[in-house]
């Protein structure tokens, strides 16, 4: 393979990514700050749920893969002739070297601890010693890798909750993780002693990465779409992101059982206020763990009243 290696304005970027992949048989295209690094460096993307404060750099470095040196050439040739492209410059072509991209791939992804004894393992790696609970995950299209902080703080609660209150996860006979995407926190209860465990998201391929993750770890559970969320649930487990969050208050509030735990994730330190704000008028929240920047939220739903 090799790679043309293009500086293009702002303004171009789009136009030049279209062209390359849709009409110039670009194997792959990526875009970086022309200027990152520097002085000049700007931040483009926002925070979690907020839209990027520009459109694109001022300056952006455009890498493009082809088969071969010749196809690279012509496509250099033809885009660089086009009325729109009088700001774009080429700044090189150079091969690429064969790489087993699969195991450069596996070398970045490394077993996680996220609790004394708890660990999230690659299916290539051996599970540390000493590990007592092991999810087995593989990076994929479905979000959860254990290595966010988001999921790392869910899995630490669980755990936790474990350690101190044998008698209470023995309670989770009704599990609820909506918003799945792999399936790690739904995984991550059931090694703890949960039960009856339901898994919904949105995204039919997270559904499926969660029923392949769960058969791989043992764990039996049921998946589906939102719809199949039903009912009072002991534990109900969110971690999406603040502002999906706050529209979903009255739906997740109402599946969680009397007595029983939400715990909400995918929330900035900021967010605190509005969170709580949000699911007021049924639970109160209340800040359990942080980690870089994030923190996790729960609540716990008012027992059902003694009968006299």
Known sequence: MVELILLAPQDSVESVSDALM????????????????????????????????QGGWHRSVVRALFDTEAVAE??????????????????????????DWVRLTQSQFAPVEVAPAFWVVPSWHEPPAGAQRVIRLDP???????????????????????????????????????GCGSGILAIGAALHGARDIVAVD??????????????????????????????????VLANIL????????????????????????????????ELKAAYAPWLTLQVSDMQEGWI????????????A
Not at 149 to 177: E, F, Y
Not at 245 to 255: D, M, N
Not at 296 to 304: F, R, V
């Open 22 to 53: 849709d009409e110039l048989d670009a194997l792959s295209v990526s875009i970086e700050d022309a200027d990152a690094d520097t002085a000049n460096e700007r931040a483009l993307f926002g925070e979690p749920g907020m839209p990027a404060p």
């Open 202 to 235: 949105i995204d039919p391929a997270a559904v499926q990465s969660t029923l392949a993750n769960a058969s791989a770890n043992g764990v039996a559970l049921q998946a589906g779409l939102p719809e199949q969320a039903q009912g009072h649930h002991a534990l």
């Open 140 to 178: 994929g299209l479905a979000f959860g890798t254990g290595t966010h902080p988001t999921t790392q703080m869910c899995l630490r609660w669980i755990a936790s909750q474990a350690t101190t209150s044998a008698a209470r996860t023995r309670g989770w006979s009704r599990v609820l993780d909506y």
């Open 242 to 273: 603040a502002t999906p969050l706050k529209l979903l208050a009255p739906l997740l509030c109402s599946h969680v059982a009397p007595g029983g735990h939400l715990v909400l994730a995918g929330i900035l330190e900021r967010q605190a206020d």
């Open 74 to 99: 012509e496509a250099a040739e033809l885009l660089l002739v086009q009325d729109w492209a009088a700001g774009i410059q080429r700044q090189s072509l150079k091969p690429v070297p064969d790489q």
């Open 296 to 307: 996790l939220m729960t609540a716990q739903a008012p027992p059902l009243p003694a009968v």
